[in-house]
């Protein structure tokens, strides 16, 4: 009780000085808050994505009924599967057909259907996972009667390497702005340390603890970090209020979403980074010289 | 209560003090002497733990000071009161907190640290002062506050050094009396001083220091 006294006397005793660190923390953790907020979207349209992947089976001419159900069986029990269509080798002349509309006449003068039954395979959004679908992909081409599987390996290959790449751009984002506030409040304390050194000297004579002399810092610390986290998450509502504001010259802004417990959780980030930084500058005390 | 065993204090090739052996009994009064340099502080501070012995060993209350750990340090302290020449006061904190504080680093309760911040004021007759800040106050006014402070937390040792070096003759006087009145309540003083004169007449005991080295100890 007497540490959070001391810590919120001495935050007002240099109000101006700490408003400073306040903004600063806030500016590092707005900048990590809208990387999440963009990687949170980016996510989010990535993950629709999957959608357009499909997968076509092509069955060998001599598939039998029995080949084919077994194939239709295998995926109606796989978890990944989001749908399938069969597609028989006249469904799929006359596909042809209507694909090539004015320049049917091709087709003209072939007397046996060159086409092969096919099945076209969906993935659930949620289940798209490179080796899942892999595995899948190899199991049916093991099955008896299955001539080929064609898949679009490279919007499969791009999707891996989009979302890979933002993660991995967020996450060193996310680390270095952590990084700034862990240091903004490192630089706040280790001043304030200084500046009070005097003071722990004759603590530690008198017989506190460790704990007693740290602890006012840590707070104070602590404080600076969750005020700058609050001013943040204030900043992002903003920051998402003005840009869904432009939805006319830019429709899909209208579509971005802010994930709100992160939002939420903002302050707590910054009163942890600032724990964190706070307990660094103060580093080891000692109370004896060798 | 407190023994020295063949202590020695090396600083960067100085030697502060060499192979010097005492003890010194519960409730004991005793001057520590000797010019300036002489090792006067650099003993006290083995005692209050700011130091380690290079050679030898130092038993305090029945602590090895050596084999102390350094979390221990802090609650050893707590039963040693030390009053500086400088003082060492807070100098944003009023008397009364300046007091305080060495309740609250204990973990006393608020109301119990009223009271006992007031039994020591009274002691050190500086109850009309409570809420002066330091800079307010006389070097024997500050003195005053800084005996109230260390003996505020009733240690079983109260240590000076060099209490009334910047004071003059009456203060020094004053500061006398209420130094034998906390030792006739028991506590242990160990006092360290260059004024002889401070020391003649009292009948205490006297440890001399020289150059670090233990040349008297003998009743004044």
């Known amino acids: 009780?007497?540490?959070?006294?001391?810590?919120?006397?001495?935050?007002?005793?240099?109000?101006?000085?700490?408003?400073?660190?306040?903004?600063?923390?806030?500016?590092?953790?707005?900048?990590?808050?809208?990387?999440?907020?963009?990687?949170?979207?980016?996510?989010?349209?990535?993950?629709?994505?999957?959608?357009?992947?499909?997968?076509?089976?092509?069955?060998?001419?001599?598939?039998?009924?029995?080949?084919i159900k077994g194939l239709i069986k295998y995926l109606k029990r796989s978890p990944i599967v989001k749908d399938y269509r069969y597609i028989s080798k006249e469904d799929a002349l006359k596909e042809l057909r209507r694909s090539l509309k004015d320049a049917a006449y091709i087709l003209e003068g072939i007397d046996e259907n060159p086409l092969f039954p096919s099945v076209v395979v969906r993935i659930k959004s949620s289940e798209f996972d490179k080796n899942k679908v892999m595995e899948l992909i190899d199991r049916i081409k093991g099955m008896s009667r299955v001539d080929d599987v064609i898949y679009a390996a490279r919007l499969f290959e791009s999707i891996e390497k989009l979302s890979r790449g933002f993660r991995l751009l967020g996450l060193g984002i996310i680390l270095l702005f952590s990084l700034s506030v862990v240091f903004v409040s490192y630089s706040t304390v280790?001043?304030?340390?200084?500046?009070?050194?005097?003071?722990?000297?004759?603590?530690k004579l008198l017989g506190a603890t460790k704990g007693f002399i740290r602890s006012p810092f840590i707070i104070e610390g602590s404080v600076l970090g969750a005020l700058g986290g609050?001013?943040?998450?204030?900043?992002i509502f903003g920051f998402v209020f003005i840009l869904k504001g432009y939805n006319n010259p830019v429709p899909f802004l209208a579509y971005l979403k802010l994930p709100m417990p992160f939002v939420a959780v903002l302050p707590v980030v910054g009163l942890a980074l600032g724990a964190a930084g706070s307990t660094i500058a103060l580093g080891r005390l000692k109370y004896q010289d060798a | 209560?407190?023994?020295?065993?063949?202590?020695?204090?090396?600083?960067?090739?100085?030697?502060?003090?060499?192979?010097?052996?005492?003890?010194?009994?519960?409730?004991?009064?005793?001057?520590?002497?000797?010019?300036?340099?002489?090792?006067?502080?650099?003993?006290?501070?083995?005692?209050?733990?700011?130091?380690?012995?290079?050679?030898?060993?130092?038993?305090?209350?029945?602590?090895?000071?050596?084999?102390?750990?350094?979390?221990?340090?802090?609650?050893?302290?707590r039963n040693i009161g030390i009053v500086f020449q400088d003082f060492k006061l807070l100098p944003n904190k009023n008397v009364y907190d300046n007091i305080a504080i060495a309740l609250r680093?204990?973990?006393?309760?608020?109301?119990?640290?009223?009271?006992?911040?007031?039994?020591?004021?009274?002691?050190?007759?500086?109850?009309?002062?409570?809420?002066?800040?330091?800079?307010?106050?006389?070097?024997?006014?500050?003195?005053?506050?800084?005996?109230?402070?260390?003996?505020?937390?009733?240690?079983?040792?109260?240590?000076?050094?060099e209490p009334t070096g910047n004071l003059d003759v009456d203060n020094t006087a004053g500061i006398m009396r209420i130094f034998r009145e906390i030792n006739a309540k028991g506590t242990t003083i160990i006092f360290a001083t260059h004024n002889m004169e401070l020391v003649k007449n009292t009948g205490l005991r006297v440890l001399k220091l020289d150059n670090g080295n233990l040349v008297r100890d003998e009743r004044a």
């Not at chain 1, 001043?191 to 722990?200: C, G, K, M, P, V």
């Not at chain 2, 650099?42 to 209050?48: F, H, N, P, S």
């Not at chain 2, 020591?120 to 307010?136: D, I, Q, Y």
Request: aromatic share 10%; charged share 25%; glycine share 6%.
């Open chain 2, 1 to 77: 209560m407190i023994k020295f065993n063949e202590v020695t204090k090396v600083y960067e090739n100085i030697t502060a003090l060499r192979k010097v052996s005492f003890s010194i009994e519960k409730g004991e009064f005793t001057f520590v002497t000797g010019p300036s340099g002489a090792g006067k502080s650099t003993l006290l501070k083995l005692i209050y733990l700011a130091e380690k012995p290079d050679e030898g060993s130092i038993s305090i209350a029945g602590w090895e000071t050596l084999s102390l750990k350094e979390k221990a340090i802090p609650f050893v302290r």
């Open chain 1, 1 to 67: 009780m007497y540490s959070l006294r001391l810590a919120l006397k001495s935050l007002w005793h240099d109000r101006w000085i700490n408003l400073l660190s306040v903004i600063t923390i806030a500016t590092g953790l707005f900048i990590l808050g809208v990387v999440v907020f963009s990687l949170y979207n980016v996510e989010k349209i990535a993950s629709h994505m999957p959608e357009r992947f499909t997968i076509n089976v092509f069955l060998s001419n001599k598939a039998t009924d029995r080949d």
């Open chain 1, 230 to 235: 609050c001013l943040a998450s204030a900043a």
């Open chain 2, 105 to 161: 680093i204990r973990g006393v309760k608020e109301s119990e640290i009223k009271s006992r911040v007031h039994e020591a004021l009274k002691l050190v007759n500086l109850r009309h002062k409570t809420e002066s800040f330091p800079s307010a106050l006389s070097g024997g006014e500050q003195q005053r506050v800084t005996i109230a402070r260390a003996i505020v937390g009733e240690p079983t040792v109260l240590i000076a050094d």
């Open chain 1, 190 to 203: 280790k001043i304030l340390f200084y500046r009070r050194n005097e003071e722990i000297e004759i603590y």
